[in-house]
């Protein structure tokens, strides 16, 4: 019964802990395109205050820089928190654990 208890235990702090991901992802998703649409407006409306066309200030590099370089690493949190790392997906972690429960056994069985 107590195992029992400790897996649910366990279960329900992986949730959580998940939850607290999903939740970090979703507000830095929001304060990116909060303050990007932010910002480039006060850039197109500074560069058309500043003599520009409109077309000049809205194609300006500096208006898409922040969401070229945040969505950077926007990208990098959202490949971490939805697991999409092609690299080190769950595959390789449980290829992995694997391969070491398959070593200690053997070093184990030396000792029988």
Do not use: C
Not at 14 to 32: F, P
């Amino acid at each position: 019964m107590e195992v029992k208890q400790t897996l649910q235990r366990e279960k329900l702090r992986r949730a959580k802990k998940r939850l607290a991901e999903l939740k970090g992802y979703y507000s830095h998703l929001t304060a990116y395109i909060g303050v990007n649409i932010f910002i480039s407006v006060a850039k197109v409306i500074g560069g058309v205050n500043n003599g520009e066309t409109l077309s000049e200030a809205f194609f300006d590099f500096g208006t898409f820089a922040t969401w070229i370089f945040w969505g950077i690493g926007l990208l990098f949190h959202t490949i971490k928190v939805f697991s999409l790392n092609p690299l080190f997906g769950k595959d390789w972690e449980e290829k992995q654990i694997k391969k070491f429960m398959d070593e200690d056994r053997r070093q184990s069985e030396k000792f029988k």
